[in-house]
């Protein structure tokens, strides 16, 4: 089975060499990274990965990129896998029960939908004031409790082999001929899980590294246009101290921690001597 993801990244370099380990541990197969305008040494980084790993780097200049990236991958790429997750560099899938994503998307596989929307588990500071040193899984180990309301909120992981059942793109959620679904089979039809329902996340999880640091918020996503150019979504530094949720912290980014911490070591002795300081 080929699992893709597709990913509108910038200035992640820092940590992209994290980010495909995890994802290569976990069991995806095809990366389609459209860097947008990185100017941190992330598009070499990634260009070195490329000559090793199944990944698609494609550098873009324009603003307001995503919707125009979604549509690129649905036309270009979706057909090429089986399922292909559109996630952003600080998210990070999980297949909560399962040794790997193949595993936890089989029993779908068959059923009628188009996309499983899988929701976030939003990851606060853990009391840092500046990116420590080491993974992001490993130092950021706090998150929100389930009631948080932004855990409600989806990204989509769509069904391949062909892209005539994709009519719309947005950030979260597709418009599709079968429809989006959640673990549960519950019909989705926004961004997030509507009503009085609680998410489920005994298949699938996004940790979502929402803020990292206060530093980090305060240089990079306080001063963020969303790719998708929905000024709405600008997380200004006010807002820090709302997101910044730390009540939790359920051990679920151990479960692949050692084969993450192999797996980018592997990554960085392949691609050479110049990532060693990433």
């Given at each position: 089975?080929d699992?893709g993801?597709t990913s509108?990244?910038?200035?992640?370099?820092?940590?992209?060499?994290e980010w495909i380990a995890?994802?290569?541990?976990?069991?995806f197969?095809r990366?389609?990274i459209?860097?947008?305008?990185?100017?941190?040494?992330?598009n070499?980084t990634?260009?070195?990965?490329a000559k090793?790993y199944p990944?698609?780097?494609?550098?873009?200049d324009y603003?307001?990129?995503?919707?125009t990236?979604?549509?690129?991958s649905?036309?270009?790429h979706?057909?090429?896998?089986?399922?292909?997750?559109?996630i952003?560099?600080d998210?990070?899938l999980?297949?909560?029960?399962?040794?790997d994503?193949k595993d936890?998307?089989?029993?779908y596989?068959?059923?009628?939908?188009?996309?499983?929307g899988?929701y976030?588990?939003c990851y606060g500071s853990?009391g840092?004031?500046?990116?420590?040193?080491?993974l992001?899984?490993e130092?950021?180990?706090r998150?929100?409790?389930?009631?948080?309301h932004a855990n409600?909120y989806?990204?989509?992981?769509v069904k391949g082999?062909k892209?005539?059942?994709?009519?719309?793109?947005?950030?979260?959620?597709?418009?599709?001929?079968?429809?989006?679904?959640?673990?549960?089979m519950r019909i989705?039809?926004?961004h997030?899980?509507?009503g009085?329902?609680?998410?489920?996340?005994?298949?699938?999880?996004i940790?979502?590294?929402m803020?990292q640091?206060?530093?980090f918020?305060?240089r990079?996503?306080s001063?963020m246009?969303p790719?998708?150019?929905?000024f709405?979504?600008?997380?200004s530094?006010?807002v820090?101290?709302?997101?910044?949720?730390?009540e939790?912290d359920d051990?679920?980014r151990?479960?692949?921690?050692?084969?993450?911490?192999?797996k980018?070591e592997?990554?960085k002795?392949?691609i050479g001597?110049h990532?060693?300081?990433?």
């Open positions: 089975m699992i993801i509108v990244q910038r200035d992640r370099n820092p940590y992209i060499i995890f994802h290569l541990c976990v069991g197969n990366f389609y459209y860097s947008h305008k990185s100017v941190d040494g992330m070499e990634l260009h070195r990965i090793h990944v698609v780097v494609k550098e873009i603003d307001f990129p995503q919707h990236v979604y549509i690129d649905v036309h270009h979706l057909p090429e896998v089986d399922w292909m997750a559109y952003d560099g998210e990070f999980f297949p909560v029960q399962h040794a994503i936890a998307l089989a029993p596989q068959d059923k009628r939908l188009s996309a499983l899988v976030w588990t853990s840092h004031l500046e990116d420590p040193d080491g992001l899984l130092q950021y180990t998150h929100s409790q389930p009631d948080f409600r989806i990204k989509s992981i082999k892209n005539d059942h994709v009519q719309g793109v947005t950030a979260h959620i597709f418009a599709t001929s079968d429809g989006t679904f959640d673990e549960k989705l039809t926004s997030e899980l509507m009085n329902e609680h998410p489920s996340q005994e298949v699938f999880r940790n979502h590294y803020t640091s206060y530093d918020y305060r990079k996503k001063q246009i790719p998708d150019g929905n709405n979504s600008i997380r530094l006010e820090f101290d709302s997101l910044d949720r730390n939790c051990g679920i151990y479960k692949f921690l050692v084969k993450l911490k192999l980018v592997e990554i002795a392949r001597a990532a060693a300081h990433l």
